[in-house]
């Protein structure tokens, strides 16, 4: 049996002699110095991992601001349409005659909705009125953007009392730094309003 501290030994040894030969040779140095350029680094590891990370929290970002505006336009739209069949529904006859009060019902109560949600565009802002008395309901429209919305014609149906629910759509977008993901339309519907009669 062999001594092990001759083993041990031979091999330290034989390394020492392998390191010398190495470091003699100009290739193997070379190489060497190679390798400690491609050692990790402690200090750029927040650069990288930032690196990595920001997009997909950019992407985060713009996705979260994208929805806080459509439910932004979502409750000015309810609020709005809301104000629309409060004000038909008290000055459309205030006076008690066959006809309603207002000389052109559904663009007065446009203008009501328009000034009640001041960052939504007019033109995009598409009206149903329905008229409802006794079991008969009668829809007027839908009317999109502030020219179409008239409806003078119709006034008598405002004046002939019973109720009015008015129902808004208005179209939405939801995207992710400027490229479109989803199209949708909201839509608003007030509740029954009795026309209010003298």
């Given amino acids: 049996m062999e001594n092990p501290n001759g083993l041990i030994g031979q091999t330290r040894a034989r390394l020492h002699a392998l390191k010398r030969g190495a470091a003699s040779c100009r290739i193997c140095r070379r190489v060497w110095s190679g390798v400690h350029l491609f050692r990790v680094s402690n200090d ?3 650069t990288i991992e930032m690196a990595l990370a920001a997009p997909i929290l950019i992407l985060l970002m ?5 929805l806080g505006f459509a439910f932004l336009n979502y409750s000015q739209l309810i609020v709005a349409v809301d104000a629309g069949a409060q004000y038909v529904s008290v000055e459309g006859n205030v006076t008690g005659g066959s006809t309603s009060n ?4 559904c663009q ?4 009501q909705i328009t000034n009640s949600a001041p960052t939504l565009n007019p033109a995009n802002i598409t009206v149903t009125y329905i008229l409802t008395n006794g079991t008969t309901s009668t829809p007027v429209g839908p009317f999109t953007g502030v020219t179409a919305n ?4 119709d006034s008598a149906l405002f004046g002939a009392g019973g109720q009015v629910t008015v129902q808004a759509t208005y179209p939405v977008t939801i995207g992710f730094y400027g490229a479109s993901m989803t199209a949708s339309t909201l839509t608003a519907t007030s509740g029954s ?4 009669t003298n």
């Fill in 193 to 196: 309003r009795f026309i209010y």
């Fill in 102 to 105: 207002l000389a052109d019902p």
């Fill in 108 to 111: 007065a109560t446009f203008t």
């Fill in 44 to 46: 750029g590891q927040a």
């Fill in 62 to 66: 713009t996705g979260i601001f994208s």
């Fill in 150 to 153: 008239t409806c003078a014609s």
